[in-house]
T-cell receptor, first 114, second 117 residues
Framework: AQSVTQLDSHVSVSEGTPVLLRCNYS??????LFWYVQHPNKGLQLLLK??????LVKGINGFEAEFKKSETSFHLTKPSAHMSDAAEYFC????????????FGSGTRLQVQP | NAGVTQTPKFRILKIGQSMTLQCAQD?????MYWYRQDPGMGLKLIYY???????DKGEVPNGYNVSRSTTEDFPLRLELAAPSQTSVYFC????????????????FGDGTRLSIL
């Protein structure tokens, strides 16, 4: 079975400082990994996805993530936080069986201080 | 540019009532999903469908039913509402087919917030 673990339930940064949201995964095969963002009272929006083409993945709004097989990690980073980045972030692994369903981490709430 | 549309956005039910949560997508996606999100948690899969006429259970199907008569629509039915079903429900869709189907992103609706009292 596949799973993801988000190591921090809450992260607080100051505007203009770097963001690091940590995610470790467990998978029997080469995984498909995603980061989604959820703003309050909204659905989930795809930030980026890892599909084995490149280990450093660039997403929307300046976010990127690096796939490290040796560490089974897929951490999300951004060089400079913006107030609009405050949201809930989910690390997600895709089911490689027929149903293609997603397994979600428990989420990391990012707070950005002015 | 509708994407995935869920209705209603909010609903309050009494214990034992029934209701249907509607979900429609206009992207001609074969795969559709229903998830629930409890406070402070990630999403959990309730039911999914790989095409019209084909549905199957996810992790937490008890108390729910689904049908998929068309590619576009995937309604979720609660027959006897219970307080444990108070949650936010998300519908999603994806292309889902082909050798690289596992890396096709899912597109989500804005959710239905359901309270059962």
């Amino acid at each position: 079975a596949q799973s993801v673990t988000q190591l921090d339930s809450h992260v607080s940064v100051s505007e203009g400082t770097p963001v690091l949201l940590r995610c470790n995964y467990s998978s029997s095969y080469s995984p498909s990994l995603f980061w989604y963002v959820q703003h309050p009272n909204k659905g989930l929006q795809l930030l980026l996805k890892y599909t084995s083409a490149a280990t450093l993945v660039k997403g929307i709004n300046g976010f990127e993530a690096e796939f490290k097989k040796s560490e089974t990690s897929f951490h999300l980073t951004k060089p400079s936080a913006h107030m609009s980045d405050a949201a809930e972030y989910f690390c997600v692994v895709s089911d490689l069986t027929g149903r293609r369903a997603l397994t979600f981490g428990s989420g990391t709430r990012l707070q950005v201080q002015p | 540019n509708a994407g995935v549309t869920q209705t209603p956005k909010f609903r309050i039910l009494k214990i034992g009532q029934s209701m249907t949560l509607q979900c429609a997508q206009d992207m001609n996606h074969n795969y559709m999903y229903w998830y629930r999100q409890d406070p402070g948690m990630g999403l959990k899969l309730i039911y999914y469908s790989v095409g019209a006429g084909i549905t199957d259970k996810g992790e937490v199907p008890n108390g729910y039913n689904v049908s998929r008569s068309t590619t576009e629509d995937f309604p979720l039915r609660l027959e006897l509402a219970a307080p444990s079903q108070t949650s936010v429900y998300f519908c999603a869709s994806s292309r889902g087919q082909g050798a690289k189907a596992s890396n096709q992103p899912q597109h989500f609706g804005d959710g239905t917030r359901l309270s059962i009292l």
